[in-house]
């Protein structure tokens, strides 16, 4: 890991160079003030897509939906998952139904979908919700 990593503010999006040794202290985000990382999912939608998969820390984004019932039974297991990997990788969740384009642009078939981002490009994809095991099991398999 380098020195300094450069990291998109969960709230602003804005880019910010921080200390590897610094990222367990809560750092701040020098544009909007607010913690640069977030121990719960942000929401990611087409405004902010772009500058939030730059980065050096990966970002697992989960693509739902309202109405789909794995989906709403999953977010609790997300939402456990961006609590123990604070620092490590950056989860966002993505509605399609209010960012269609963003979810055609992703090639969305089917919901949930989870998609893994790093070095700002798509490394792993996997459609269907699991428990917290196979989740994290998944995500070490990516190197996360």
Do not use: Y
Request: aromatic share 6%.
């Amino acid at each position: 890991m380098n020195d300094q990593l450069v990291v998109p503010c969960a709230q602003c999006a804005g880019l910010n160079r921080i200390p590897a040794a610094r990222l367990d202290q809560s750092p701040r985000c020098g544009r909007c003030k607010q913690p640069v990382l977030s121990s719960t999912p942000f929401t990611l939608e087409q405004s902010n897509f772009a500058s939030q998969t730059k980065g050096d820390l990966p970002l697992l984004v989960d693509v739902w939906a309202s109405w789909c019932g794995p989906c709403r039974s999953f977010a609790p297991i997300f939402e456990q998952t961006a609590a123990q990997l604070v620092g490590r990788c950056r989860l966002a969740k993505l509605d399609s139904e209010a960012n269609p384009a963003l979810a055609g642009q992703l090639g969305i078939r089917s919901i949930p979908s989870l998609i893994l981002f790093s070095d700002g490009r798509e490394k792993a994809r996997q459609s269907g919700a699991m428990p917290l095991p196979q989740l994290l099991a998944w995500l070490r398999q990516h190197g996360i």
